[in-house]
């Protein structure tokens, strides 16, 4: 317990000084709230269910985003996994289309889908699909030969095989996509809801940053963070569900 | 004395395709082994045991000759020949009881009788307390124990083992080697058993074919006419191991 | 030859591609307000990028932003990574302040770094560095972390001094590690300065890219797309040629 708080004292040192700072005004509110107005602010908007909306719309859009990109990237990792002739002519197409830069296509998918939710989710599903996709896609050229092998020789067709060893081996492969997914979920949903929403936690800051509520704008952070790593610990619980046998 | 798991491997070859070319790994290999009878397959490391093994299981295609299990050539794998790997044989996301029951499940043995198999099996090789572990916690010896299960449950004719002990550490190998014997001697069942280990040879083998450094050819196949348990002090096992010393020094060179 | 014949499955699908979007835009089946021609937006890119030269302007302050964010995550990743992986004192405060903030996207703090510096240089170079530093900081940090015991033992009995010490053992054990982290950061650099431009820029090819869009204008829109990716490999391309010659003594993979 208190080595728990012994490894944070940087961050007491740095809240200290920081609520020290605000507090006597050494530092402006213009340029940093009082932290204990940003912990006011959260605990107001989460309690009169503003933020909690917020949050709850982000989290929503992030979470199904991420669903979505999941059940592609698993379907077209396989596909392009199993089949050479697929491999040979869809994977140079899934590869180069991540030479663009994936936040360039935001302003297309709003021309193609306006600023609905959408649009949300194909921003999500396109940074979520491709480390997902190409992990499976890895993770099935990595399935041990020998466990085929054996499979083979107990008398399991191939199909079979797909279920008792090749879905079973490429499931931490999935897993880690899911990891590297996360992060750039939640990114690229900040921006798109920077760039045009009406709701959720990326609006809520730039708003709050227009308007000067540095406060609020903090506070929105905070959530943000949580969140990343809500989902961060989720996809490892995941993980650890789902593949028991890794320790 | 066993009926089937008659072997007939008539001039094998087999090369691989790579970037320039062709491995050639197996080039005109032809013996014998009699039902029930356990052969030793020894050849430094590269001359093609691991692809000879691989051919006798179905698991990848002759360039040349043929190879007959009980008069009728092999096309593809089946359950009447069992393979144990050196290593991660097993299904690592499986416990040790479930690998077992999927060797089974082809077979169509489930419920009751499933269980009195795995059951008679995990005891068989000592694992009867391991059975809802999963591999990876499990010591070599065991993993190595549990595949060789895994592979005589499901009742193949032919077991195909390649250097089963090849990653386990000294004092295990030892207890292994008489462990092996004493299975083997109660299964009945042809063995192919690849190694490059002298001992082993003459420790477990009625039959040892050398193999030659690549291409793989047959350099001389030597029987071993020993009682089991083989004793190390009788001067004709020692005698053996040298015999099959001079055989394979030749062949293995630094260059 | 070999090489050639496993190329074409590609090249076939690029075409395919390629033929299958003029087709439809031609023919009208998709309207061109919604995806102009191919061959339009060719047309568009000889235009803006060799009969004008208005567009290099916004590609260079791009290509600036991007140099600088991405330089400044490097320098101050590295130097607090090989702070917290010399010094238990320094890992002790490093640590949990930096791990505490990594989960939070940092390009939320894009409106807090224009709320202090305006909508100038510095709040997108700072998003790109706050982005970034994390990656490099980690990567430099495990790298010193991972450096084989023995070598600093060999190293102290030849009687090293600090400095001999991290500029011949330690610099060169994570160098991969610090290169690896490089080349993780160096796409995500493009990436978050487009991201920042869109969100607060008046130029770069960002927000080019993405004024275009809001006009309408796709075949331009999709030229400023085309340039990214020039960018984006490019860059991709340089971190990892210095990489290399840096780490020369590493096997090529
Ligand atoms: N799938 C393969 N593709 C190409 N070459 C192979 C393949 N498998 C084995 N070889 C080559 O065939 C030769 C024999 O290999 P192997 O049968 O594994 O030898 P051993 O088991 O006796 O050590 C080696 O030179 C090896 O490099
Ligand atoms: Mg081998």
């Known amino acids: ?247 | 004395m066993a009926t089937q798991g008659r072997l007939a491997v008539e001039s094998v070859s087999k090369s691989y395709p790579v970037r320039e070319g062709a491995v050639v790994a197996l080039s005109d290999v032809t013996f014998d082994v009699a039902a029930g009878q356990f052969v030793v397959l020894i050849g430094p490391s590269g001359c093609g045991k691991s692809t000879l093994l691989h051919c006798i299981g179905g698991f990848v295609e002759l360039t040349d000759g043929n190879i007959r299990l009980d008069d009728s050539a092999i096309r593809g794998p089946g359950s009447d020949r069992g393979i144990v790997f050196q290593r991660e044989a097993l299904f690592p996301w499986m416990t040790v009881e479930d690998n077992l029951r999927a060797a089974l499940r082809p077979k169509g043995i489930t419920g009751a009788e499933a269980e009195e198999l795995i059951d008679t099996y995990l005891k068989a090789v000592g694992l009867g307390e391991s059975r809802r572990l999963y591999p990876r916690e499990l010591s070599g010896g065991m993993q190595q124990r549990a595949a060789i299960a895994r592979t005589l449950i499901y009742q193949p004719s032919v077991l195909l083992l390649d250097e089963p002990l090849g990653a386990l550490d000294a004092q295990t190998r030892e207890l292994m080697k008489e462990w092996l014997v004493g299975i083997w001697l109660r299964e009945q069942k042809t063995v192919v058993y690849v190694t490059h280990d002298l001992d082993e040879a003459v420790f477990l083998a009625q039959k040892v074919v050398v193999l030659s450094a690549r291409p793989g050819r047959v350099k001389r196949i030597v029987d071993v006419n020993l009682r089991y348990p083989r004793d190390r002090r009788d001067p004709r096992y020692e005698e053996k191991r040298e015999q099959l010393w001079k055989l394979i020094r030749d062949e293995v060179r630094f260059d | 030859m070999e090489r050639l014949r496993s190329l074409g499955p590609g090249l076939i699908s690029f075409a395919v591609v390629a033929l299958v979007w003029e087709g439809i835009t031609q023919s009208g089946f998709v309207p061109r307000y919604f995806l102009p021609p191919l061959s339009t937006v060719l047309a568009e890119a000889w235009l803006l990028l060799v009969q004008d030269s208005s567009l290099y302007g916004d590609i260079g302050i791009s290509i600036v932003r991007i140099g600088a964010g991405f330089a400044l995550s490097l320098a101050f990743g590295v130097v607090c990574g090989t702070a917290a992986g010399l010094s238990r004192r320094a890992e002790s405060f490093l640590v949990p302040s930096i791990s505490t903030i990594a989960p939070v996207p940092k390009v939320a703090f894009l409106p807090l770094f224009v709320v202090w510096f305006g909508i100038g240089e510095l709040a997108k170079i700072l998003v790109v560095f706050a982005n970034n530093f994390y990656q490099l900081f980690v990567n430099t940090f495990s790298g010193i972390k991972e450096i084989d015991q023995r070598y600093l033992w060999a190293a102290a009995s030849m009687g090293f001094s600090r400095y001999e010490l991290i500029r011949y053992v330690v610099l060169p054990g994570s160098l991969p590690y610090i290169i690896s982290g490089a080349r993780i950061t160096a796409p995500v650099a493009v990436v978050i300065i487009v991201l920042a431009e869109m969100v607060a820029a008046r130029n770069g090819i960002g927000f080019f890219t993405y004024q275009m869009a809001r006009d309408y204008r796709l075949a331009e829109m999709f030229v400023g797309l085309g340039v990214l990716a020039v960018i984006s490999i490019a860059f991709d391309a340089i971190v990892s040629a210095v990489g290399r010659r840096l780490t020369h003594w590493e096997p090529t993979s």
């Open chain 1, 1 to 247: 317990m208190l080595d728990g708080v012994l490894y944070f004292y940087p961050l007491i040192i740095l809240a200290s000084l920081w609520e020290i700072g605000t507090a006597f005004e050494l530092i402006g509110e213009d340029v940093l709230p009082r932290l204990d107005f940003v912990f006011a602010s959260l605990w107001r908007g989460l309690g009169d269910g503003e933020l909690l909306w917020h949050t709850a719309v982000s989290l929503f859009r992030v979470v199904g985003g991420l669903v979505i990109a999941c059940l592609l990237g698993v379907a077209f990792g396989l596909w392009t996994g199993l089949s050479k002739r697929w491999d040979a002519y869809l994977m140079p197409l899934l590869v180069g289309s991540q030479a663009f830069p994936r936040s360039a296509l935001l302003p297309l998918f709003i021309v193609w889908l306006g600023l609905g939710e959408t649009q949300k989710l194909v921003v999500i599903v396109s940074v979520a699909f491709f480390p997902i996709m190409i992990n499976t896609y890895e993770g099935l050229k990595r399935v041990n030969e020998s466990h085929v092998w054996a499979a083979l020789s107990m008398g399991y067709s191939n199909r079979e095989i797909l279920r008792l060893v090749k879905i079973p081996a490429i499931l931490p492969y999935i897993i880690s996509g899911l990891r590297i997914a996360v992060p750039m979920s939640v990114t690229m949903m900040v921006v798109a809801e920077m760039v045009g929403a009406y709701s959720g936690l990326g609006q809520l800051v730039i708003i709050a940053g227009q308007t000067y509520e540095l406060a609020k704008m903090f506070a929105g952070i905070v959530l943000l963070g949580l969140m990343g790593l809500l989902l961060d610990r989720a996809v490892e619980a995941l993980g650890r569900w789902t593949t028991p046998w890794n320790r």
